[in-house]
């Protein structure tokens, strides 16, 4: 009796165990500093700067607990450590900003007129190194520059189900801008100070 007893406060408690167990999704940084490694690679037609990370799921525990939690959670609920940039909408926006880097912003990064914020977003250095009659020019295209940057973060945290990984992905994409800027173009550190690569 005393076993059965023993036996059936065991399977409740492990039942009560079972039924508490939340399931948290957590900002996967390694895929999202990956995926705007790609992206960023692309805009700016960089060259790989080593081999690509491994995809290669880790292996899975075996320990107790992580059997435990194996046993728990099931695999549906699993995160996808894979963070999408490949919608329509999203390779859209990364054609025009190709394209607008390509066309006009490119050579304003090189003379430090214009420069990377520590949002992800570009901005006005230093005017005074834009002939005036290519200042208008300029900060229309980083005006749309920004609405592109800004709506891509927004689309990839929404494509991949997470809206709320919105600032998150700005911030990783902010610091990719800053790692593929190329020597002598400008960036603003934390504070807001530009700094020159």
Same mark, same amino acid.
């Given at each position: ?24 999704? +957590? $900002?996967?940084?390694? @895929?999202?500093?990956?995926? !705007?490694?790609?992206? &960023?690679?692309?805009?700016?037609? *960089? #060259? ?59 050579? +304003? $990064?090189?003379?430090? @007129?214009?420069?990377?914020? !520590?949002?992800?977003? &570009?901005?006005?250095?230093?005017? *005074? #190194? ?68």
């Amino acid at each position: 009796m005393k076993k059965l007893l023993i036996g059936l406060v065991a399977t409740t408690a492990f039942a009560l165990l079972a039924a508490c167990v939340t399931i948290n999704v +957590y $900002f996967p940084e390694a @895929a999202a500093d990956k995926a !705007a490694q790609q992206f &960023v690679d692309k805009v700016l037609e *960089a #060259a790989p700067k080593g081999p690509p990370p491994s995809n290669d799921p880790p292996p899975p525990g075996k320990s107790p607990g992580a059997m435990l939690l194996d046993f728990l959670v099931p695999s549906a609920y699993a995160q996808s450590a894979d963070i999408s940039i490949q919608t329509p909408q999203i390779q859209a926006i990364q054609s025009r900003m190709q394209q607008r880097f390509a066309s006009s912003l490119s050579s +304003y $990064f090189a003379n430090g @007129a214009i420069g990377f914020t !520590a949002d992800g977003l &570009v901005a006005m250095r230093d005017a *005074a #190194a834009v002939p005036l009659p290519q200042r208008a020019a300029l900060n229309t295209a980083i005006a749309d520059e920004n609405r592109d940057r800004q709506a891509v973060y927004r689309e990839i945290a929404v494509a991949n189900g997470h809206a709320e990984w919105e600032s998150q992905i700005r911030g990783t994409f902010a610091k990719q801008w800053v790692q593929q800027a190329k020597a002598g173009w400008y960036y603003q550190d934390a504070s807001g100070a530009w700094k020159q690569k």
